[in-house]
Structure formats: structure tokens, C-alpha cells
């Protein structure tokens, strides 16, 4: 913390350059631990706050296979019931593949451009 500035010497003394230099120096030190201490408690309270947002994102992103696994499933009996279990395995299977490498591709475009 920074030192008060009541540890003055008496009105009639002066102080010599180094002695004013010795304490600008224990000033400069104290102020710059204080920032560094200031920095470390703002970068624990936003990783504290990261940390929250990521566990949601991650229980967001569970849900989401969950819920996209259940969409193929449901595909997959659609077309089965139509046209045979083989055959709706394979088109489920080609065309959850084309949107996995669609996603894929714009992904890898914007990355490269962002580069």
C-alpha cells in the first residue's frame, strides 16, 4: 500500500537529494506493487467469471448432441420406415455427412480469411 504523508521531517530541516530520491523510489515501488495487485484481483474475479461461462457453453454444447443425435435418429426412421433400414442408414449417414462437411468448409474459409 502507499505510505501516508505524514512522516514528513520537522518544517526547519531540509532533506538532502537522496533522501528525496530514496523515498520517490519506495514511492514508485509501493505504487507498483499496488497496480500489480489491483491487476491480479481483476484478472482472478473476470477468470472466475470465464469459468462460469465456459460450464455453461460446455452443458449448451452437451444438449446440443443430444439433441442432434435425436434428429438423426428421428431421420433415419423416417426414411427407414419408407424405404428399408439400410437405405435410410446410408442416406441419413450421407446427408448428416454433407452438413458436417458444409459446416466444416465454412469454417475453414473463415478461418483462412481471419488469417
Known sequence: MLKPG?????????RSFGELASQLIDDA????RAEVDLAKAIAAEKGKSAAVAGALFAGALLLAIGATSALCVAIFVAIAYHLGPLLGGVITFVLV???????????????????
Open 6 to 14: 505524514g512522516d514528513l521531517p520537522p518544517s526547519g530541516a531540509e
Open 29 to 32: 515501488k509501493a505504487y507498483a
Open 97 to 115: 455427412g454433407a452438413i458436417a462437411a458444409g459446416l466444416g468448409w465454412l469454417g475453414w474459409a473463415k478461418l483462412r480469411d481471419a488469417l
